[in-house]
């Protein structure tokens, strides 16, 4: 059975930064694509940013420069590094899981069979 956790999400003043992590476990982390999503309230969720298991890397133009995605398949870890974080950055953030190869599309969250719980994130101005 897929689990994923988040953690790491905190308040911070805008310029701040912080670093989420998601554990999984249950599968074979290291061949499925992962990502991170995010949804503020009253919007709909929107793709972050997303890793394959080459380790390519795709972000949401909001973030580029800002934000990393990283991944470590001994932890079966996935990490958000958020960097000059901005009020607008404010939201429940969520990994995801996907087991089928999404090539540039990976910030699509119809790709993403299994989710975690969410974490906070709150950047004040």
């Known amino acids: 059975q897929v689990h994923l956790a988040e953690s790491g999400g905190d308040s911070v003043q805008a310029g701040g930064s912080l670093r989420l992590s998601c554990v999984a476990s249950?599968?074979?982390?290291?061949?499925?694509?992962m990502g991170w999503f995010r949804q503020a309230p009253g919007k709909e969720r929107e793709g972050v940013a997303a890793i394959d298991s080459d380790g390519m890397t795709s972000y949401v133009d909001s973030v580029q420069g800002r934000f990393t995605i990283s991944r470590d398949n001994a932890k079966a870890t996935l990490y958000l590094q958020m960097n000059s974080a901005q009020p607008e950055d404010t939201a429940m953030y969520f990994c995801?899981?996907?087991?089928?190869?999404?090539?540039?599309?990976?910030?699509?969250?119809?790709?993403?069979?299994?989710w975690g719980q969410g974490t906070q994130v709150t950047v004040s101005s």
């Open positions: 249950g599968y074979t982390y290291s061949r499925y694509v």
């Open positions: 995801a899981a996907s087991e089928r190869w999404c090539g540039t599309t990976c910030l699509r969250e119809y790709w993403y069979a299994y």
